[in-house]
């Protein structure tokens, strides 16, 4: 991503999670950074689509639909109402919600799957081998652990399958898959991923199924109605589905007309091969443009170990919601975690501590005791000074000039906790800044100058805070715009795409001069642990 780039559109896309289950942590994760650079992208001014959504079909959810004594699609309607649910109170602002249980999305892929039928690249032959139903993949005796177990879901034993299926021509686009890597070395990110890519698609790739007897849930086969289109061939193009406008007909032309192509696909690294190898060779085959980018962040854990249901460790984000509220859940994990990586969550040791240091303790304490002062000394408002006439030795000053086009930048490389510790920077700067200037021993000499432009320089750092961190804690800063006198309010999507303009509000020095303060009050209460109900 260019920071320089001038598309006045930016497409991005969460994957669309399984329902066999109601949502977990990790799709949250993975959400809550997508939101966070859709609200970045709309503060640029662009014009933004956000896509997340629901793969509904397969084995696996047939499964866990049967489990409960549900039909496939009662279940299918529950747990995407746990999602949509879940996206409420994260304050998720997505744009399109993909199901690839709708008509429309039916309409695509058979669509679709008849311009790669004319292609030549789909062929019915026999399939063998040891199958990942979590996974809804085949796996590689090489990929297997001890006891024929996946290693991404190593309490379930693959099961051998031995059926018909229909394939598709993978190994046809091995030389341009490589080519594709090689000229477009940013197409997978971080770098990990890319090699993790390239070291796959050089050992040969091998064509892959597209079909599955035997399994009802999901849309038969075009031209072979007996066969099931594989999850993979199907859910991919929920994607293409979203792109379609509310009014217009579900077709490949309608599809690609505005949106296409997707800048960013941000993903799991589990999903990984299939987006970053099958989904672009699909494309290809159906002559179809590619994406720009693929990323792929890594897991999270839970105090250190992997998180999963057989080790009682699972983390409910309703619940973690409820207990803490949504700005603190969606600063934690883009501010501790680094993207692209693993990282850990803790909530004693961790959680706790870094949001009661970091936005309790740093940034509300700040605004709390220089609006006190603001009142007592500046009679409630914006002090009359002029940021521009600030001398640019000020220190609060100095971090400030850079620091929009440095947060701007990290937004950009989706290093979110970069923005984060730059931001914070400006701010402990502040605390140390008003301590140092003593404006209340100013205030009793009788320098009502220098009070003043110490306490409009710290209430500037605030506003240029709260306005960089507003894609990570929008709550909070409106909160923080609010008591600056502002009418801003970073949930309004239109506002910020219309209204804005990204290059001066991430300037230093915008605050008016006597603008009407409001209120002090707390932005961020203190956290002390909640214990879960569950």
């Not at 309409?107 to 679709?112: G, H, L, N, R, T």
């Not at 309790?360 to 009359?384: F, H, I, Q, S």
Request: proline share 5%; charged share 25%.
């Amino acid at each position: 991503m260019n920071y320089t780039d001038n598309k006045k559109t930016f497409a991005l896309t969460t994957p669309l999670y399984y329902v066999n289950d109601i949502p977990h942590i990790g799709s949250a994760y993975t959400t809550i950074a997508a939101d966070v650079l859709a609200r970045y992208q709309r503060m640029r001014g662009k014009s933004v689509l956000l896509i997340t959504g629901n793969d509904e079909h397969g084995q696996k959810i047939q499964r866990a639909a049967e489990a409960r004594g549900l039909s496939p699609q009662v279940h299918c309607d529950e747990i995407v109402a746990g999602f949509e649910k879940l996206w409420q109170k994260l304050n998720i602002q997505y744009d399109r919600f993909s199901r690839t249980t709708a008509d429309r999305h039916h309409a695509i892929v058979k669509e679709f799957f008849h311009r790669v039928w004319d292609a030549g690249d789909i062929y019915l032959s026999q399939q063998k081998g040891w199958y990942c139903v979590p996974c809804e993949e085949f796996k590689e005796e090489r990929e297997l652990l001890e006891g024929r177990r996946c290693s991404l879901h190593p309490n379930k034993e693959v099961e051998w399958r031995d059926e018909e299926n229909y394939f598709f021509r993978l190994s046809k686009y091995q030389t341009q898959l490589e080519k594709l890597y090689q000229e477009r070395p940013d197409f997978i990110q971080p770098e990990t991923r890319r090699n993790e890519v390239l070291n796959f698609v050089s050992q040969g790739l091998q064509d892959f199924s597209i079909s599955r007897v035997n399994l009802d849930w999901g849309f038969p086969i075009p031209t072979d109605p007996k066969h099931t289109i594989y999850v993979w061939f199907d859910a991919l193009l929920g994607y293409v589905t979203a792109l379609v406008e509310p009014d217009d007909e579900p077709t490949l032309e309608n599809a690609l007309a505005k949106w296409w192509p997707i800048n960013l696909h941000l993903i799991g690294k589990d999903i990984l091969r299939f987006h970053a190898v099958y989904w672009p060779a699909m494309l290809m085959s159906a002559k179809i443009s590619l994406p720009e980018k693929v990323f792929g962040h890594g897991f999270l854990t839970k105090d250190g170990q992997k998180i999963s249901k057989t080790l009682g460790n699972t983390v409910d984000p309703i619940d973690l919601v409820d207990r803490y509220g949504a700005d603190a859940v969606r600063y934690y994990f883009m501010k501790e975690i680094e993207f692209g990586k693993d990282g850990d969550f803790n909530e004693v040791n961790r959680f706790i501590p870094i949001l009661n240091a970091d936005l309790a303790n740093d940034l509300g304490n700040l605004l709390n005791r220089t609006l006190k002062m603001a009142y007592k000394y500046c009679g409630g408002e914006v002090p009359n000074v002029n940021g521009a006439e600030i001398s640019s030795e000020n220190p609060l000053k100095t971090i400030g000039l850079t620091l929009g086009t440095q947060v701007a930048q990290a937004y950009e490389n989706l290093a979110f906790s970069n923005a984060c510790e730059a931001v914070l920077t400006l701010i402990r700067t502040g605390n140390k800044y008003i301590d140092e200037q003593a404006p209340w021993t100013l205030y009793k000499q009788g320098n009502q100058p220098a009070v003043e432009q110490v306490l409009y320089s710290v209430l500037e750092s605030v506003r240029l805070a709260a306005y960089l961190l507003s894609p990570i804690i929008p709550g909070i800063s409106n909160d923080i715009y609010k008591q600056l006198g502002f009418g801003t309010n970073f949930n309004d999507k239109t506002q910020l795409s219309n209204t804005t303009n990204f290059t001066t509000e991430a300037s230093w020095g915008t605050l008016p001069a006597k603008q009407k303060l409001g209120e002090p009050r707390p932005i961020f209460q203190k956290l002390e642990f909640a214990a879960t109900n569950s």
